[in-house]
């Protein structure tokens, strides 16, 4: 997909932080792709007033039960997918037919909007008057996808950051989608069980 026109001067240490935040970018092989995917969150971070993931709390939503910083969710979600993709690859010994640095960066990005969902100016306008966009305006995988757009990520990118979440039900999600989408609900539900944490994750 071709970028959008759109300047916007990220300043470089976002993006340097977006690399020490989330180490297994540096394991995606493709140079132009790796770079799109620092680029992604460090522009959606930049655009939502963060300098690094770790500000985020880790949580699927706002008012959403918290277990670290968003950091520990996106790394939590990519190794549990590429398990998935190495599980079973190792059972059927063949491909499972699915790019490993696509699956990977996918991975990473697929909750590339949550700064601007978590946004307390975004989350402060919407709450005092949700009449007028809604609350939020836009779930994170729209304005994910849309920053997927921006910067220039693969079609199949920006799918995976716009249907890994409920909004996937209206359609057919690829397989890297539907990876990373299991992988997600994953993470959650487990975390849910081993911490008690009693029906508190929305199921939307």
């Known amino acids: 997909m071709e970028m959008l026109n ?53 949580s699927g939503m706002p008012g959403a039960p918290i277990k670290g910083d968003q950091t520990r969710h996106i790394l939590g979600v990519t190794y549990i997918a590429m398990a998935m993709k190495e599980a079973l690859e190792k059972v059927f010994n063949e491909p499972l037919g699915v790019d490993s640095d696509m699956l990977l960066a996918a991975a990473l990005c697929h909750d590339v909007g949550k700064p601007y969902e978590y ?25 994910g996808a849309y920053i997927a757009m921006v910067v220039g990520l693969p079609e199949e990118i920006v799918h995976v950051c716009g249907y ?41």
């Open 119 to 143: 946004n307390p100016e975004n989350v402060e306008r919407w709450k005092n008057d949700p009449r007028v966009s809604g609350s939020p305006a836009l779930r994170h995988p729209t304005y």
């Open 6 to 58: 759109i300047d916007i001067n990220v300043p470089q240490e976002i993006k340097d932080g977006v690399v020490t935040s989330l180490p297994p970018i540096n394991d995606i092989q493709n140079p132009e792709l790796r770079e799109k995917v620092i680029e992604a969150w460090a522009l959606a971070l930049a655009l939502n007033g963060y300098e690094r993931i770790e500000q985020i709390p880790g």
């Open 164 to 204: 890994h979440s409920p909004e996937g039900r209206f359609v057919r999600r690829s397989l890297s989608g539907t990876i990373v989408h299991y992988a997600d609900d994953s993470f959650w539900f487990i975390l849910e069980n081993a911490l008690n944490w009693d029906g508190q994750i929305p199921r939307l």
